[in-house]
């Protein structure tokens, strides 16, 4: 049965590893948290020491951190998968980073001979728990077909998006177009409430014409239309809108280090950040529509 060593048991971590499991994986799972190893434990992982326990003489690697310096560190710190043992593992970072960062790390990784792939994900903790999440993966065509047996238990959709870092530049685009549709979306029902349209009828015309998009159709920002969407149970997350910042500002990162003219990206940043100081980081990002009201 192969081994995987799983750093990083958090929203996201957790639930891919009961799934790792579920697929016929041992899993041998790490996190600085005592408590989310305990829970971990709950569901079946072998919990180890350190870092270097959890890597050492594993198949593959897969970490779920938080940011790039958490991955930096991961990878390339003291005692770090890069320098305490992981020989032959595959290593398969599915956290969501800066471009740069994943392309230094799985330079890194080759110049010690290991195979390293960027597959960031896209589903948030409802996919993650469900497996069914969409990867967009970057590296090696050997390292990426390597990699598709670890992330199949928790996946609907591998997408190998190119080289090292494509993977991370995959995610940064689509997440900068979600938050821009998003406020999109959000703008058309505050301005068709201001001109007394009723939610239902201007969702069925959206939905139905060319304003058509996921943050509508699939995620409406008003409550009603779309059942299952956040806004019919108070804007709980989701996916919240300190995740969507974050996101944001890799987009915009990634614009400025590639020369990347992304005004929409730049402002859909300033909107977000402004919803976030005003302490909203803990809602779903759709309730940005709060915001657009006038309303905070
Ligand atoms: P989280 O904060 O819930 O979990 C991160 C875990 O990493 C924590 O348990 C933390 O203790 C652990 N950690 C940090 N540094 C560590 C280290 N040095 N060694 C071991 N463990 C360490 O975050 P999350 O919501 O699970 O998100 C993880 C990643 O997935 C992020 O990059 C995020 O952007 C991305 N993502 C999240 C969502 C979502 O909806 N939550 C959706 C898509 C992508």
Not at 108 to 116: E, H, N, T
Not at 256 to 284: C, E, K, R, V, W
Request: net charge negative.
């Amino acid at each position: 049965m192969a081994i995987i060593g799983f750093i990083g048991l958090g929203n996201m971590g957790r639930p891919m590893v009961r799934n790792l499991l579920k697929a016929g994986y041992r899993v041998r799972a790490f996190d600085l948290s005592t408590t989310a190893c305990e829970q971990a434990a709950a569901d079946g992982a072998e919990i180890a020491d350190n870092l270097a326990a959890a890597v050492t003489g594993a198949d593959a690697v897969i970490t779920m951190l938080p940011a790039g310096a958490h991955v930096r560190s991961v990878y390339l710190g003291e005692e770090g998968v890069l320098t305490s043992g992981a020989g032959n593992a595959l290593l398969i970072d599915c956290s969501t980073i800066d471009v740069e960062t994943a392309r230094e790390v799985q330079r890194a990784a080759a110049d010690k001979g290991a195979q390293m792939v960027d597959a960031p994900v896209s589903g948030g903790v409802g996919g993650a728990e469900a497996g069914q999440l969409t990867i967009m993966v970057g590296g090696e065509d050997t390292a990426v077909e390597r990699a598709r047996p670890f992330l199949e238990p928790v996946s609907r959709l591998i997408v190998h998006a190119g080289g090292p870092g494509n993977g991370q530049a995959a995610k940064a685009c689509n997440n900068m177009l979600l938050g821009i549709t998003m406020i999109g979306a959000c703008e058309a029902f505050v301005l068709g409430e201001k001109l007394g349209l009723d939610h239902e009828k201007l969702f069925e015309v959206t939905a139905n014409a060319s304003g058509q998009c996921w943050s509508i159709s699939s995620y409406c920002p008003v409550a009603g239309p779309v059942p299952g969407s956040p806004a019919n149970n108070d804007y709980k997350a989701g996916f919240t809108a300190a995740m969507m910042l974050k996101d944001l500002r890799l987009a915009q990162e990634a614009a400025q280090h590639n020369d990347a003219a992304t005004p929409l990206g730049a402002q859909a940043q300033a909107i977000y950040s402004m919803f976030n100081a005003a302490g909203n980081g803990d809602l779903d990002f759709s309730a940005i529509i709060r915001f657009l009201r006038g309303g905070g």
